[in-house]
């Protein structure tokens, strides 16, 4: 039985190394780092690494159940995927243990609760966002390309995907910015 450690942060500016310690004291001989978002699993090269490693009798070591996806859909189906190799999750902070009927019960409610912190968030974010745009504040991205900018390589005889390729842009926002000064 090989115990399989998975540590994951959302973003580039956090450490993992509290995990990493956790998980060397569960027994890990191999801990993969990620720092991605857990609102999905794709683009996540260090979970797909894990999940085709994975061997029966192995097990899925994690702090918790929220380092593996934020969605019960996502942790229910890399749950399917390590019980169909024939191995376990177990998590060090938190009674989960997907051999056992109870730990598996316990698994499916945390996952619930992680997906509603995830919509909760959403929510407060969005309410921000509109209250700062109805007082004046939130304005979005400034523009990087001006419409003259555009308007001069349009007069130029370039067509949107030239001009698109000369400042760097996508072709949508040359049709953007052409359609305000048409």
Known sequence: MTKIG????????????????????AGCDIIREEKASGTTTKG????????DFIRAGDVLVVTRVDRLARSVGDLQTIVRMVGDKGAALQA?????????????AFFDMLGVFAEFETNLRRE?????????????????????????????????????TAIAKTLGIGRASVYRLLAGTA
Request: charged share 30%; net charge positive.
């Open 6 to 25: 998975y540590a994951r942060v959302s973003t580039t500016d956090q450490d993992n190394a509290i995990q990493v310690v956790a998980l060397k004291a």
């Open 44 to 51: 996540r090269t260090e979970l797909a690494t894990v999940l």
């Open 92 to 104: 060090t902070e938190q009674p989960v243990d997907t051999s056992t009927a109870t730990g598996k």
């Open 124 to 160: 407060r974010q969005m309410e921000g966002i509109a209250r700062a745009k109805a007082e004046g504040v939130y304005k979005g991205r400034k523009p990087t390309i001006g419409t003259d900018d555009v308007r001069l390589l349009r007069d130029q005889g370039l067509g949107a």
